[in-house]
């Protein structure tokens, strides 16, 4: 196995260890995806946790650490508007204050789209 620098990830067993994980962070969002929308309304475990996962690899893809697995920006948007139409039909029956759908809205949008970002520049 290689290694290229010092850091925690500069080595071929760290980069198959980072793959590992965000290949179980995509794998749970996908199966989230292609399951019973009603798993990601927003009071259910998948609508708070799909986000979750979403905004971690995030945090690992801005990283550029070699093994950090993203989905294409296709692959994203699709994972958007799946999520965001589950999102819209039921949050109202939650009865949020309005403040807080604003502000939620534009955080799950924000995620997702930051999301996006690295994809596209992987697939470039």
Known sequence: ???WG???FDSDTAADHLS????RLLSEI????????????????W???????????????????????VPGAAVVEGWKKTF???WERTIDGLEPEPEYK??????LIRTFDRLA????????
Do not use: F, W
Not at 31 to 43: K, R, T
Not at 117 to 124: D, F, I, L, Y
């Open 1 to 3: 196995m290689g290694t």
């Open 6 to 8: 010092s850091g925690n």
């Open 20 to 23: 590992v994980i965000t290949g």
């Open 30 to 45: 996908e199966e989230a995806m292609a399951g019973d929308p009603v798993g990601l309304e927003p009071d259910e475990y």
């Open 47 to 69: 609508g708070v946790a799909v986000p979750c996962n979403i905004e971690l690899l995030c945090l690992i893809a801005e990283q550029h650490h070699v093994g950090a697995a």
């Open 84 to 86: 965001m139409h589950v």
């Open 102 to 107: 604003e502000k939620r809205r534009a955080e």
């Open 117 to 124: 970002g690295p994809a596209s520049a992987e697939a470039a």
